[in-house]
C-alpha cells in the first residue's frame, strides 16, 4: 500500500473509532465501506464492520462474514473471538465455548476469550464453572475491567447479587472516575432496591459524560421506582433534547405521563413518534 493509501486509512481507523464512541454505528458503516473500497483486506475494518452491523441489528451479516473470516485466516484469534461472541448471541453458547477453549489453550492470557469463555458458561447455565472461569481470569489479570464487570453478572445469576454490589463498590473506590463501573454500580443499586442512592451514582456519571444514554435512563428508571412522574418527565424531556429519536427514551416519556395521569400528552408523543416512523409496529 502507498503512503497516501495508507494515510487515507489511519485517517478512517480514527474516524470510525470516534462514530463508535458516539454509538453512530450506521454512518460507521459508511466510512468502513469507503476504507474497504481502499484495503478489502484490512482486518480492523472488517471485524469493526461485523460488530457495527451487530449493533444495528444485522446479525446474520456479522455472523456469515466472521465464518468467511475464521475460514480464510483460522489462526487469526481476534476473528475467532468476535466470531464466539456472535455464536454465542445466535443462541449456540455451546460453539462459542469451543472457539474460545482452543484459543486459551494456546494463549492463556487472551483476556478477549477468557471474557467469552464466562459469558458463554453462563449462557450454558453452567454459573458456577463461570465463576471459576472469572476468578482465574482475575488471578492472571488483576482487576481487568470486562472480567470483573461480567463477574457482577455471573454472581447475579448465582443469587449472590449481594456480593456482586459488594465487589462493584470495590471496583468503584478504586477507580472512580471509569465510567462503566459507576454505571454498573447504579444499575446494582437500583436493582436492590436502592433508587436514591443509584440516581446519585448516575448524575455524577451526567456531570463527567452529559451524554451518556445509560446513565439517563438510570436516572429516569429511579424516578419511576420512586414513583416520581414529574422528576421522570424532566429527565425524559431533557435526554430527548440531546437524543430526539431514541426508542426508549420516547418510551419512558410515555410512562412518566401515564404516571401523571396525562394520557393525551403519552399519546401525542407516540403519534410523533409513528410520524417518523410510520410502519413501527412498536409504536402502533
Not at 48 to 61: D, E, I, S
Not at 223 to 240: D, F, H, K, N, S
Not at 266 to 273: K, P, S
Amino acid at each position: 500500500m502507498d503512503q497516501n493509501k495508507s494515510d487515507k486509512i489511519q485517517t478512517l481507523h480514527a474516524q470510525i473509532n470516534v462514530l463508535f464512541e458516539a454509538r453512530k454505528f450506521r454512518r460507521a458503516l459508511d466510512v468502513i465501506a469507503e476504507g474497504l473500497a481502499v484495503s478489502p483486506d484490512d482486518m480492523f475494518l472488517r471485524l469493526r464492520q461485523c460488530l457495527a452491523w451487530r449493533k444495528v441489528g444485522q446479525r446474520a451479516k456479522s455472523l456469515s462474514q466472521l465464518r468467511a473470516l475464521n475460514a480464510r485466516f483460522p489462526g487469526h484469534r481476534a476473528v475467532a473471538c468476535e466470531l464466539a461472541t456472535e455464536l454465542r448471541l445466535a443462541g449456540d453458547p455451546a460453539g462459542s465455548l469451543d472457539l474460545v477453549q482452543a484459543i486459551i489453550t494456546a494463549d492463556p492470557n487472551h483476556m478477549g476469550a477468557r471474557t467469552e469463555q464466562i459469558q458463554s458458561l453462563s449462557a450454558l447455565k453452567r454459573h458456577g464453572d463461570a465463576l471459576v472461569a472469572a476468578d482465574a481470569a482475575l488471578e492472571l489479570r488483576a482487576g481487568h475491567l470486562r472480567v470483573s464487570l461480567v463477574r457482577v453478572a455471573v454472581l447475579g445469576a448465582l443469587g449472590r447479587s449481594a456480593e456482586g454490589l459488594s465487589f462493584l463498590r470495590e471496583l468503584h473506590v478504586a477507580r472512580p472516575l471509569n465510567v462503566q463501573i459507576a454505571l454498573a454500580l447504579g444499575d446494582a443499586l437500583l436493582v436492590a432496591g436502592d433508587a436514591a442512592a443509584a440516581d446519585d451514582t448516575y448524575e455524577v456519571v451526567l456531570d463527567a459524560a452529559p451524554h451518556n444514554i445509560r446513565a439517563w435512563l438510570g436516572r429516569i428508571n429511579c424516578a419511576v421506582a420512586q414513583e416520581a412522574g414529574e422528576a421522570a418527565l424532566a429527565y425524559c424531556e431533557a435526554a430527548r433534547l440531546l437524543h430526539p429519536t431514541i426508542p426508549a427514551f420516547i418510551m419512558r416519556q410515555t410512562t412518566a405521563f401515564l404516571m401523571l395521569d396525562r394520557l393525551d400528552s403519552g399519546v401525542a408523543v407516540l403519534e410523533d413518534a409513528l410520524k417518523h416512523a410510520p410502519n413501527d409496529a412498536v409504536w402502533r
